[in-house]
């Protein structure tokens, strides 16, 4: 026999479910209708480059966005040249490929939130921001073009979800919070793989310092579980950014970033 428990939480899991659906729908409709702007088409030709093995395009921007429009650029190619012509409605354009990985994660996003701002605020406030993220213009829009951000994001509230839940469970060492960690660094390494901002994994350090009228959520952390954390979170940024290494980006990167450095100062002489 169900209690009300359990039908409240099958009808908000349902109710996430379709959320996730209709922030697919609004994302992904008609998604071609607009033409790569000069960003974009730098990421398809970056990810054409990628399935051919070559890493050195786009190098300034890390990798992950590209290796998942690569994916999607793979699956496309075998859909159009084995299933439909060039004329066909069905047709996978650069348009949809570049963009799709975003709209993914975007649709995803309003799960992420759901469970974020639940934990904060409890479940009504995290229904409503599930419901003003699937439905926002602006979030739809942005998830709509093939930018970093939306992958930002999305990983960043996962990897803070993932930690505020490894402190809520209490000071007690137990394996599923030693996991929760080593997920929230996994996703914080992924978080620098979309765009680098490493300080927001200051920020998230920085929020919970400042807990301090709830010790039971602010014990310290044991070196150990810091150490995998740490190791969870550098080990996922290089495999999701390898390229990052390579002497010839390395020599790049130090050039491009020299040369930003060179016209600030000269912006700030004047």
């Known amino acids: 026999m169900l209690t009300n428990e359990m039908i409240k939480n099958r009808t908000h899991i349902i109710a996430l479910l379709a959320l ?37 395009g786009n190098i300034e921007h890390p990798m992950l966005m590209k290796t998942l429009i690569a994916f999607t650029l793979v699956s496309a190619d075998y859909w159009n040249k084995a299933f439909v012509s060039p004329e066909s409605p069905f047709f996978i354009s650069d348009e949809t490929i570049t963009r799709l990985p975003n709209v993914v994660f975007g649709a995803l996003m309003t799960l992420v939130l759901f469970l974020f701002a639940k934990e904060m605020f409890g479940k009504t406030i995290g229904m409503i921001t599930a419901v003003l993220w699937a439905t926002g213009i602006n979030a ?116 491009y970033w020299f040369y930003f450095l060179c016209v600030l100062c000269g912006l700030c002489g004047k």
């Open 140 to 255: 739809i829009s942005f998830n709509r073009i093939a930018k970093e951000d939306t992958l930002l994001v999305f990983f960043t509230f996962l990897a803070y979800y993932l930690f505020w839940k490894a402190k809520f469970l209490g000071p007690v060492e137990t394996k599923f919070r030693e996991r929760l960690y080593i997920a929230s660094g996994v996703s914080f390494g992924l978080m620098m793989a979309s765009k680098y901002f490493p300080h927001y994994l200051g920020l998230n350090y920085l929020f919970h310092y400042t807990r301090k009228h709830e010790p039971q959520a602010n014990y310290r952390i044991s070196k150990e579980i810091v150490s995998k954390f740490f190791v969870a979170l550098f080990l996922a940024f290089v495999i999701a950014n390898p390229s990052l290494f390579l002497p010839s980006n390395i020599s790049y990167l130090f050039s």
């Open 20 to 56: 996730v659906l209709i922030a697919f729908s609004f994302r992904v409709y008609k998604l071609d209708a607009v033409g790569l702007s000069f960003d974009e088409s730098h990421k398809i030709q970056a990810a054409r480059l990628y399935r051919n093995g070559d890493f050195s």
